[in-house]
């Protein structure tokens, strides 16, 4: 019986020593895709659009106001049409998750910018983001899909 009791009590540590590396490699992950994310929003200052193609994976998704556009080429010429230009882009990622197998996660953080309104004031934006990744074995992270959300406007200070 105490055989018994000892093989269960050493089986359950195993498991928990287990999840407990599989944890930490689970972690060490997630920091290196938290890293290429922050590696991604320098280059997207310094290259605008370049940067953002680089990252792109062919069926990417992107989702303004409220369309969905799928695929490399489509986001391309929304991005090309619109002359967006990430270049004043500034976002923080804050944090990232990673799958178990390593070949997909999301990191998510927040963003501001300036832009024009219609009167040609500048005005402040700023919002919230989730980035969802892929990865090949041995291959750069890639954004399959790419969502925001803008914050409501302060209220003026009285």
């Known amino acids: 019986m105490k055989k018994s009791w000892f093989l269960v009590a050493a089986g359950m540590a195993?498991?928990?020593?287990?999840?407990?590396?599989?944890?930490?490699?689970?972690?060490?992950?997630?920091?290196?895709?938290?890293?290429?994310d922050k590696v991604f929003a320098q280059a997207s200052g310094e290259k605008g659009l370049e940067a953002w193609l680089v990252v792109m994976a062919p069926n990417v998704r992107v989702f303004p106001g409220d369309?969905?556009?799928?695929g490399f080429d489509k986001v391309k010429a929304l991005y090309e049409r619109d002359k967006f230009d990430?270049?004043?882009?500034?976002?923080v990622p804050v944090g990232a998750e990673v799958s178990a197998s390593g070949d997909m996660g999301y990191t998510y953080g927040t963003w501001a910018r300036k832009v024009k309104n219609a009167k040609g004031e500048t005005i402040s934006l700023a919002g919230k983001y989730v980035t969802v990744w892929t990865r090949a074995k041995g291959g750069p992270w890639q954004m399959e899909?790419?969502?925001?959300?803008?914050?409501?406007?302060?209220?003026?200070?009285?």
């Open 14 to 36: 195993a498991s928990l020593l287990a999840g407990w590396v599989i944890r930490g490699a689970e972690i060490d992950k997630a920091k290196d895709l938290l890293a290429a």
């Open 145 to 158: 899909a790419d969502i925001g959300s803008v914050d409501p406007p302060k209220p003026p200070k009285s």
């Open 67 to 70: 369309a969905i556009v799928e």
């Open 86 to 91: 990430p270049k004043p882009l500034q976002w």
